[in-house]
């Protein structure tokens, strides 16, 4: 009897065992780790199974989306907590490590000063104080995730203390976003102002206009990936990521039952915005480009329909959400650039009111009711018999 | 008074809503291992004395007393709950999206449990043990793996009193726990809460008066904020005033 129910206890995945996820998990990193990179180097670039570089630079960037995406996914999917502000945070991993970058330009700059372009442009002599420590790669890596970390940790510390939850918790979040568009905006914070961090030429050396730099980035970014889902798909099977999933079904219940729910909530917050900090540190020397208009309130709400689209609290549906998304609004805004919005919009209301659980409950769906017809099948021959 | 071997001892309370009486000198003492059900009128502060013993509301007058010497008025509800009282909703509240096991898990007695030490926890064989004796006191030995969410509204019931013993409470106070019940699973409700009588104290807030006479040993009545009885079965229902109280507000006293 107490056998029985401890393998009960341990099997207690209901949809998707782990067997699945597993096997989906190396189906995963063997298509994106090892054949992409192929497809991209080994046939000849006519074939029709050659996969250009920018196609695989673009996948990059959508892997770099899916690792905030799993952060997400943690605080808004599992715990309930919809944070409407993951931009910021991506925001700040990204300008720690396009600070980096500008510095390393050197005197290749437009205007041959050791100083970045847009500084000379608003005729600052000297480089901020704050810019120094960005001249050393390590400080810009581990600036990259700890200052969102650290951001996050404080805003997270007086919000979740003050009890701010729900659509209040949303709002606070989404007015931070605001902030942060404004304070990244101004010339005077001498982050670039509007056109934000470019014209980036290298990265400890190595040139990113090289194919094979970009895909380099790209492997970087896969293993990043695979590192976040692990270390998520740890935090949610342990005894914590059941205290989160019970934060979301009755706060109440899990204070009457001993656990300090704001803990909790801080986090994951904090693991959340050390993830899309990591993501910003890795779509910037991909793509090439940081502005405030990547961070604001409009991207972070485009992030938490990623989410909504892939299927909450399953980590695997946040992966793919972020990258079928991000894949529709590349193919889409090719033909129709106009109507991008409207069906991003669309996109988001169909899922909310048809499928909320996004792609992974369709899945999940189709393939009961293969199994039902499975089952059914073989009755029936049992039947005939 | 408060020496002679009560579990809860409340003297003199009284919880004033906006010049509303809701506790108007409350005096109610329950005695170690003993299961003692109130009953009363709508707004006769039933709920309100349970809220008080939880420390959710707070009593402009009175001493409410914990176990030996323990004064309960002014601490939190948590802090409540950790010396050593369990509180059981009028509503199902557990976990709809975790296991019946996972509810039962998290709600077990631990020496910490703050985040790191529940990310790299795992269970003992002694605190699977306990789950699973819980299990099968509650009646739910056969559901372990299921989601909590797709259990009837009775045996959702049960699964938040195991949830309640699991934290090892010394009192353990349930609110209405039959409403919406069958006439079977208020049965099993009245013989689960006997067998948690004999390691617990236990107060039961009831209306039905079948359940009531199922259950009880003794029975305070409470009316506009103050016991106006207290005593068996029998004696209550003989009782002038309480007859008095409850024919002409309910339509079956069983009187």
Known sequence: MIRSLNMLSHNHIPSASRADVGLAFWIAGFVLLILMPLLNVMPAEDSWIHLSDFSLNRFGKFLAFAILALGLDLIWGYTGVLSLGQGVFFGLGAYCMGMHLMLTIGNESVYGSELPDFMVWNQVKALPLFWKPFYSFPVAILGAILVPTAFALVFGFLAFRSRIRGVYFAIITQALALVAWLVFNRNETNLGGTNGLTDFKQLLGFRLSDPGTQRALYVLTVLCLGGAYLLCLWITRSRAGRVLIAVRDSEPRVVFSGYTPANYKLFVFVVAAALAGLAGMLYVPQVGIITPAQIGVLPSLEMVIWVAVGGRGTLAGAVLGAVSVNLGRSLLTNYFPELWPFILGGLFVVVVLLFPDGLVGIMRHLKERIQNMRVTALSAEEGLR | ?255
């Open chain 2, 1 to 255: 008074m408060s020496d002679h071997g009560s579990i809860i001892y409340l003297e003199g309370v009284v919880v004033d809503y906006d010049g509303f009486k809701a506790l108007n000198n409350l005096n109610f003492i329950v005695n170690y291992n003993e299961l003692r059900v109130v009953i009363g009128p709508n707004g006769a502060g039933k709920t309100t004395l349970l809220d008080v013993i939880c420390g959710k509301t707070r009593p402009v007058a009175g001493r409410v007393i914990f176990g030996k010497d323990q004064e309960l008025i002014g601490k939190r509800e948590d802090e409540i709950v950790k010396l050593g009282i369990g509180r059981k909703f009028q509503a199902p509240s557990i976990y709809a999206n975790l296991t019946v096991w996972d509810n039962l898990d998290l709600s077990l007695k631990r020496p910490s449990k703050g985040v790191f030490s529940t990310l790299l926890g795992t269970s003992t064989a002694e605190e699977r043990k306990k789950i699973t004796e819980t299990l099968v006191t509650i009646g739910l030995g056969d559901y372990a793996g299921m989601r909590a969410g797709s259990l009837s509204h009775g045996q959702k019931q049960w699964l938040e009193i195991g949830m309640v013993i699991l934290q090892d409470p010394s009192l353990l106070l349930v609110d209405e726990p039959v409403a919406g019940m069958t006439d079977k699973e208020t049965e099993q409700t009245g013989r689960l809460l006997q067998s948690l009588a004999e390691k617990h104290a236990i107060v039961v807030i009831e209306h039905d008066m079948e359940f009531v006479r199922q259950i009880a040993r003794i029975v305070t009545v409470l009316h506009e904020g103050t016991v106006i009885c207290e005593g068996t079965v029998e004696k209550v229902q003989s009782d002038a005033r309480v007859r008095e109280i409850y024919l002409g507000r309910q339509k079956v006293t069983h009187g």
